[in-house]
């Protein structure tokens, strides 16, 4: 342990502690901009500047907190009249290059640079205002990069290409004229990004977001010619709470529920049935795999379309081993606008679907091909993100946390345990773990919890036995963490050996969508535990905890589909996958 004195105060820190760590331990505040918790420290604001103080002789050297580690008999001033003034000059140098656009701003409220300024007190700035005319890159809808708007921390670059791997951003230019944007000064359209929205997540200013024209719901909802459906996605319900105030990792699905209604949505179905319906699906297609010779083999999960864009464009020799069945919101649109629009009898170009995702990336799969059309109709009209979502309960004047509960309707709303967990990295894993059992062997699980592959490990590894036969999984979250176990395919398979892993769960975002790009802000790996405990809790809580259990998943099978994998089920809830240029995404 280090030893070390921070504000008169002794403490004891592990090797490799920053200070600013270190006083975060101690309930000490120092104030941060370019640092960010999922992130190395790139140190480039120099808010966070503290004084180390010489104990012999008294003479004060001022670092960077956030990347200076911690060494022995290191006596540390936190706060003083003369750091003050150095931070309240940092601020006032990043506003001079910055618009007072916060009236109108999309983190106006949630702005980490906003709310210093507002810490500080800064009502005046002495230096002169420079803005650098820079054109919003709008190009690749639902992100939005306002140029204008950029500090330049380097956070979203760091995101992009350390976590994810994908390297659509870096710094262009040189000296004074470097800058932040896409790759070799292109559009985000003309760049491999994923849409993945994490870059956003990480932005703390206005300068990444994502935007989508949320009031228009309210003139959907009011439309006489249209029946407004919605659904929401696993993990929304454990994260929205925290924009109204509630403690992070509440399940809030019946509120939510309820603010719908009263929003004006007509019927209300919930994601996590088509989570139980995407589990029958795939599982039978892994099975189907697993035991029919010459089957393309590992199988690769295909519900997240951050993995399922990164894989068009940088691995066109594994689209054959992406599992055809859709992501569950695509398989809820199909079957909202045939299943059940036949039962109450409304043409499905009546139907306007609203989708509620913790995802950036859920708006372009509502219109990646034309196998999202499968009713006839878009299946999914538009796609809100969670920080979206709260923005439309706002504005409808809803007091959300005061809300009483209500339940989802029928027949495509209720759910089982594993539709839930979908939201954390690994739920996809450990429901499709709990059906294969059943499909396989006939029995049910014992135990249907499947904890090997739960956490936050990058790539996670188990064996099931399924009646004898070990099929190997793998679990990636993370864009970054999925080239090595790619690769590793690759040389099994080169050098002649046994495959590596039979079925491999693949999800964008660190944590799976518990911190998708579109989920409230703070992403770091305290929210996701919580939030993705939340979500075991929720299915700990499930009376029926398999997706083959959920009697509305047999009933549609027996009214309507006859099977998993028949061929109506393959032309309403598989799709296909193209090989895609990564700079032209052609
Ligand atoms: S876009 Fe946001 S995250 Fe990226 S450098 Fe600019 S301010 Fe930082
Ligand atoms: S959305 Fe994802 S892939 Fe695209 S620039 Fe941002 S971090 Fe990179
Ligand atoms: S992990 Fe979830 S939130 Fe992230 S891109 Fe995939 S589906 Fe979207
Ligand atoms: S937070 Fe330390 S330099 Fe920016």
Redesign the pocket.
């Known amino acids: 342990m280090i030893n070390l004195t921070i504000n008169g105060k002794e403490v004891s820190v592990e090797p490799g502690t920053t200070i600013l760590q270190a006083a975060q331990q101690m309930n000490i505040k120092i104030p941060s901009l370019c640092y960010n918790k999922d992130l190395p420290a790139w140190a480039s604001c120099g808010i966070c500047v503290i004084k180390n103080v010489d104990p012999r002789t008294g003479r004060a050297r001022m670092a960077r907190a956030c990347c200076t580690e911690c060494t022995p008999g290191m006596n540390i001033v936190t706060n003083d009249l003369e750091l003050t003034k150095a931070r309240r000059t940092v601020l006032e140098l990043i506003l001079a290059n910055h618009p007072d656009d916060c009236l109108k701003c999309n983190r106006s409220g949630q702005c980490e640079l906003q709310n210093l300024a507002a810490e500080f007190g800064l009502r005046s700035n002495r230096f002169t205002k420079i803005i650098r005319e820079q054109p919003t890159d709008a190009s690749y809808a639902p ?1 939005v990069f306002d140029r204008k708007k950029c500090i330049s921390c380097g956070r ?1 670059v760091e ?2 290409q350390m976590m ?1 791997n ?1 390297w ?2 870096e710094y262009t230019g040189r000296g004074d004229k470097t800058v932040i944007g ?1 790759v070799a000064g292109a559009d ?1 359209a003309h ?10 997540a990480h932005c703390p200013t206005g300068a ?1 977001t994502t935007h989508t024209p949320v009031e228009e719901v309210f003139a959907k909802v009011a439309d006489p010619e249209l029946t407004p459906v919605v659904s929401i996605a696993p993990s929304v319900r454990a994260a929205l709470g925290e924009e109204f105030g509630m403690p992070v990792g509440t399940i809030t699905t019946g509120k939510i529920y309820t603010a719908l209604r009263m929003i004006g949505f007509k019927y209300i179905f919930d994601t996590n049935f088509a989570a139980d319906l995407t589990i029958m699906e795939e599982g039978t297609e892994l099975v189907h795999r697993l035991t029919t010779k010459g089957s393309v083999l590992p199988m690769f999960t295909s519900c997240c379309p ?1 993995w399922v864009d990164y894989a068009e464009k940088n691995y066109h020799d594994l689209l054959p081993n992406l599992s055809t069945a859709k992501s569950p919101q695509q398989m809820q649109g199909a079957i909202t606008k045939t299943y059940w629009a036949e039962q109450v009898k409304v043409a499905p170009d009546k139907i306007f679907h609203l989708s509620i995702m913790p995802c ?1 990336a859920k708006a372009y799969e509502a219109i990646r091909n034309e196998d999202m059309r499968s009713s006839g109709a878009q299946d999914i009209d538009m796609v809100l993100t969670t920080r979206e979502f709260a923005s439309l309960i706002r504005q409808a004047g809803i007091d959300f946390a005061s809300l009483e509960d209500s339940e989802a309707d029928s027949p495509i709303g209720p759910y089982s345990g594993a539709g839930t967990i979908f939201g954390a990295t690994g739920g996809v894993m450990e429901a499709a773990v709990r059906t294969a059992y059943k499909l396989v062997t006939g029995k049910e699980l014992g135990n249907v919890e499947y904890t090997p592959v739960r956490g936050l490990d990058g790539v996670k590894k188990a064996e099931v036995d399924l009646n004898g036969t070990k099929v190997k999984l793998a679990v990636i979250h993370q864009m970054g963490n999925v080239d090595a176990v790619v690769q590793e395919i690759r040389k099994a398979a080169a050098e002649g050996k046994e495959r590596p892993y039979d079925f491999i769960e693949v999800m964008a975002c660190k944590g799976g969508c518990v911190t998708g ?1 579109g989920q409230p802000y703070g992403h770091c790996d305290e929210l996701r535990e919580k939030r993705a405990a939340a979500l075991y809790k929720d299915d700990e809580n499930h009376e029926i905890r398999c997706s083959h259990q959920n009697p509305l998943i047999t009933k549609i099978y027996k009214e309507y589909f006859d099977e998993p994998n028949s061929k109506k089920a393959h032309h309403l809830l598989h799709t296909h996958y193209t090989p895609r240029d990564i700079y032209s995404n052609k």
Do not use: K, Y
């Open positions: 992100i979203c995101t992009c994810q994908v659509a951003l896409p985000l760049s491999p990004c994923i849409r993945c929205g994490q870059c956003a990444i951050g950036t790009g």
